[in-house]
């Protein structure tokens, strides 16, 4: 009954910029540690960005550091990952993942998952 929706997904030019949501319903979004992932054709799924239940805990991948941040509102049981300076390599399906524990890079523990959001950057 756990749900997650990712939105804000779609085609820019390099150098551009998206942010990406992600809302939780069905249970009790203040409790969940949240990530972002993303997903590559032919590629393993990998972590992009991590958030703890109340946004003390961050981290990033280092391919991510400085042009992506994630946030949190736990208010609106909303995730978001902005991102700016796309480039060609972020191209990827993007999902949200949310567990009661911090399983961080582990996207096989993940207990809830979006459908994915497609982000394409263009050269």
């Known amino acids: 009954q756990v749900q997650l929706v990712e939105s804000g997904g779609g085609l820019v030019q390099a150098g551009g910029s998206l942010r990406l949501s992600c809302v939780v319903s069905?249970?009790?979004?203040?409790?969940?540690?949240m990530g972002w992932f993303r997903q590559a054709p032919g590629k393993e799924r990998e972590l992009v960005a991590h958030?703890?239940?109340?946004?003390?805990?961050?981290s990033y991948a280092d391919s991510a550091k400085g042009r992506f941040t994630i946030s949190r509102d736990n208010a609106k049981n909303t995730v978001f990952l902005q991102m700016n300076s796309l480039k060609p390599e972020d191209t990827a399906v993007y999902y949200c993942?949310?567990?009661?524990?911090?399983?961080?890079?582990?996207?096989?523990?993940?207990?809830?998952w979006g459908q994915g959001t497609q982000v394409t950057v263009s050269s």
């Open positions: 958030i703890s239940r109340s946004s003390g805990g961050i």
């Open positions: 993942a949310a567990d009661t524990k911090p399983y961080y890079t582990d996207y096989a523990r993940y207990q809830y």
């Open positions: 069905g249970g009790t979004f203040s409790t969940y540690y």
